[in-house]
């Protein structure tokens, strides 16, 4: 990048260890200058100028903001929180990267059940989709419905984007935050029962995609599925935590909508947008819906991905767990 344009990176306030996070702290590591685009000016923006990058206060639902932000910039990368919003954020990122011109990259991270998903299956019979789907579900949740449609503005806008399609991550809520109270009697409680997941690492993603920002011309137009390294059931996953934790962890199978009741719905009855999407996670995941796996990841990292174990033991809600503090 001969012009050392600034890379803008959304959602880059998020938690320690969260996607946008790692991609800034990557990308100044290489020496490329960041724009980090912030909801609010407090310790983690002072933590992104600290580290390096250029910290942008605005908010992804005014175009004003958006626009500003992008002055510059010719790499986009996109995320934003769960948010009834969401389509509306991507749409005013991508009319103000178009009223711009001159962008080479929107990178677009978008989730693993658009693989799946598709058009073609969810507007099926109702039959057809709950076949399809696992038994359990026959509807996007909010979130998913808010993705596709991001999918779908941003193909009709022309950008030159790359849709980045993970699985679960590991340090998904309902594989880390929602479990710390069972955890914490030695029970990994889950509504998964037998079936095999292959979530993948926060860290894996995050290293991706500052790939395709620094180098993006062979991966433009293109959508990319990706999994984790380990497909296994949650008895496998046991180990892992027992591990990380350093004590005996025990899968225990709760059915999925006592699951979603105890822990979503009373966690999250303030957030139902988001309570809602994990409640269709767990629907999808628990009735076999989350099917298949590609090797995608390790083909574009060219490297092995990062295994479960080890994004457990770098979480800081589980780190906390393990050491008692």
Same mark, same amino acid.
């Given at each position: 990048?001969? +012009? ?6 959304? #959602? ?14 990557? @990308?100044?590591e290489q020496g490329q200058p960041v724009r980090a685009f912030v909801r609010h000016d407090d310790e983690r923006a002072h ?24 002055? #510059?910039?010719?790499?986009? &990368? ?33 989730? &693993?059940?658009?693989? !799946?998903?598709? !058009? ?30 991001? %999918?779908?503005? @941003? %193909?009709?806008?022309?950008?030159p984007t790359v849709n980045v399609r993970a699985a679960m991550f590991v340090e998904n809520p309902l594989m880390t935050w ?13 509504? !998964? #029962? ?12 995050? +290293? ?17 599925? @990706?999994?984790?390294? %380990? ?31 105890? &822990? ?6 303030? !957030? ?25 990841? +390790? ?27």
């Open positions: 990048m001969p +012009e050392r344009n600034p890379i803008l990176i959304t #959602g880059a306030a998020g938690e320690i260890g969260g996607v946008s996070r790692t991609m800034v702290d990557m @990308l100044l933590s992104l100028r600290r580290a390096g990058a250029e910290v942008f206060v605005g908010d992804l639902l005014t175009i004003a903001d958006v626009t500003a932000a992008l002055k #510059g910039v010719r790499r986009i &990368y996109f995320s934003m929180s769960l948010s009834p919003y969401y389509t509306d954020a991507v749409s005013l990122m991508a009319a103000a990267a178009r009223a711009q011109g001159g962008i080479e990259a929107f990178v677009n991270i978008s989730e &693993y059940e658009q693989s !799946f998903m598709t !058009f073609e299956k969810m507007t099926a019979a109702e039959e057809e989709r709950r076949a399809w789907l696992g038994g359990l579900v026959a509807d996007w949740s909010p979130q998913q419905r808010a993705h596709w449609v991001a %999918e779908q503005v @941003l %193909e009709w806008s022309g950008l929602l479990a710390l109270e069972p955890l914490t009697k030695g029970e990994l409680r889950l509504p !998964f #029962g037998d079936h095999r997941l292959a979530p993948i690492a926060g860290y894996d993603v995050a +290293e991706l995609c500052v790939k395709i920002l620094t180098d993006p011309t062979p991966h433009i137009s293109k959508s990319y599925v @990706l999994n984790g390294p %380990e497909l296994k059931n949650m008895h496998g996953f046991a180990e892992d935590y027992a591990a990380v934790l350093g004590r005996p962890v025990t899968y225990v199978p709760v059915g999925i909508e006592t699951w979603n009741e105890t &822990y979503v719905d009373a966690a999250l009855a303030s !957030f139902p947008h988001t309570a809602e999407h994990l409640k269709t996670l767990t629907r999808l995941m628990g009735g076999g819906g989350y099917r298949g796996t590609t090797d995608q990841l +390790e083909t574009l990292l060219g490297r092995a991905p990062k295994t479960v174990r080890w994004a457990l033991g770098n979480h800081p809600r589980i780190q906390k767990l393990a050491t008692g503090l």
